[in-house]
RNA sequence: GCACCCGUAGCUCAGCUGGAUAGAGCGUUGGCUUGCGGAGCCAAAGGUCGUAGGUUCAAAUCCUAUCGGGUGUACCA
């Protein structure tokens, strides 16, 4: 409905002001109530070209609209400086409700990278921000039509891979695989994650250490290789490996995110980002100090070893092997990488190098970054100095904090105001994480978000048992104020769908969905339901309300129950 | 040093393809008569939109400079 008004509204200025607008874009937005149900702005737009001023253009457009309109609109009026303010028929808002999302994506393979957590380390607070931002806007390219697959990639070689198992072997007095039994099941990824500090802190301060994990590493690759499964540092390789990879899924469970359609290790792709980095040394990478370099500087940007002197690829081949392994597999329209902005330049350097030799891979290919979590009182995350806030930390925060209130302490709840607190802020800044208010369920809340879902399933409830309760709504279904800022604002959704699709904000919806429980909430308070001569009217729009809601809410990943 | 991101109420954030009195939540203060779930609703107080210029009929929004914070910047990921 509002791009056709939007047409609508742009063939009459063409009409009535022929070339000056004709390129002229159409805004309809969203006024505030009182104004009306869209506004424009395309007199004040055009005023410059035609040399007038914006109320003679803004008149003869709001008579011509008046006629072309006459089925949609109820009332068109100028105001302020020449806004002009549209007001539907209630019957167009009807229509309107049922409108379902643009299917914007119909049928492009779309590849979502995301999560990243990496083996050997401990999958921190920034791992669960970009979980859930990936899993919503995976939904929401979904929806829109796109065909998409969900992968995962991390780092299970690597130096940091190095470090882990040199201090794991210390501790274990030597490779003794068999001393990982004492590790009880609880403590497996903390204990992995602890030593990953401690072989990094050892690596910095000790020359001897260093050396042995530089060793360690480079014999973990060659495990790879011969693809060595029984000797005794592969059996301690393989072994925490896997428990790394079975605290991840046990974790994306806990967090309901639909299932990874693939796992990436390095492994899997080192082999492959060394070759192709190999083949265009001289054309694109260069050999400097026994390393293989890309140069961005050419582009503003800064060298980045892809190549080691050691002969190891570093991060940057690896991301160039899986952007080619995910090519090969998927053969993506789109391709999407969703990290930390810490990762930002490092990626444009990546896809910039490629660029170079591969133009149409690295345009189909872009890195959304959002921001850092951070604890209040200030304080950096760093897994390397240990000192970080756990995925698992923010769990059991939010568990502990709802547990406080009685019988509040459903999973659902608990997950809702994660998923919510880390969505509702728009992707690029970075989130301020504060356990105790961030896990509060007032306000701006997903658990307020689910209160206001099931307040309406109970109305809805109330209403089928009792048969004769339906009523009719009567054929011209006119509403009354009260009733129509809440239909106005469901007619919203799809708008909204649309926009955060296109511009890739999933936010856009948190916001939209706590105005919309706001002035359902609002029409709770003076607008009786159930035995009202309104009844059937009023039903029907709290039906509505609480499929939309729970659409929107089921779109960011959170549940919307019926009762709590 | 250079590059990128951020700076809006005490706190946490919306608003930023320029437009009508800058909006929420938390916190504070004061209300909500037996009614569909009070995890709710209403109201009040609280803002030189970091600062200074510029463009414009119109700037939180665009441009420039500057200050403050963050991130990245050759062999970690």
Redesign the pocket.
Known sequence: MKSELENQIAEACQQLFGDAARNI?I?L?R??E???DY?T?VA??L??NLGKV?REIAEPLAVKLRETLSRQISEINI?????I?IKLKDQVLWEMIKAKPAKSLNGKKIVAEYS?P?PF?VLHGGHLYTSLVGDALANLMELAGGVVNRVN???D?????G?TIWSIVNDLGGEHPEKLTQIHDDKKLDWVGEHYVKG?TAYEQNENAKTEI?YI?QRIYELHKTNDQASQLAKIYWTCRQWSYDGFEQLYKQLEMKPFDKYYP?SEVADLGLETVRQHIGSVYEK????V?Y?GEKH??????F????E?????A?DVGLIFKKQRDYSPDQSFIIT???????LTVVLQSIKEFAPELAEATTHLSH??I?M?G?G?M?S?SGNILKATDILQAARSA?VS?P??E?PE?VLAAVRYAFL?????????Y?PK??V??????G??L???H??A???IK??SVVKNMAGKMGTDRIMEPGERTLALKITEYVEVID?AVIEL?P??IC?YL??L??DF????????????PR?AI?LQLVSDYASTLSNGLKLLGIAA????
């Open positions: 874009e805004d937005d006024p505030e009182q104004f009306g506004a702005n004040l737009k005023a410059k914006p105001a302020g400086p020449g806004f303010n990243d990496n380390k990639f991390g780092g070689v690597g130096l940091h891979v470090k990094n530089i590493n390095e400097s100090e026994g390393a370099i140069r503003g940007l800064f060298t980045q070893v190549i080691s002197s050691e190891l690829p570093t991060y940057a690896k930390d902005h810490a990762q930002k330049d490092h921001g850092q951070k209040t200030g950096k760093s390397r709802s209130l019988g509040r459903s709840t509702k802020n728009r992707i690029g800044s970075d989130i301020i504060d208010e961030s509060s369920l007032e306000g701006n809340s658990p307020y689910q209160y206001a099931a307040r399933c109970s109305i109330k209403a926009k904000l936010h856009l916001t706590y105005e429980a706001q909430n609002h029409f709770y308070e003076s607008n009786r339901v159930l035995n009202d009844q009023r129950p019926q009762q709590m």
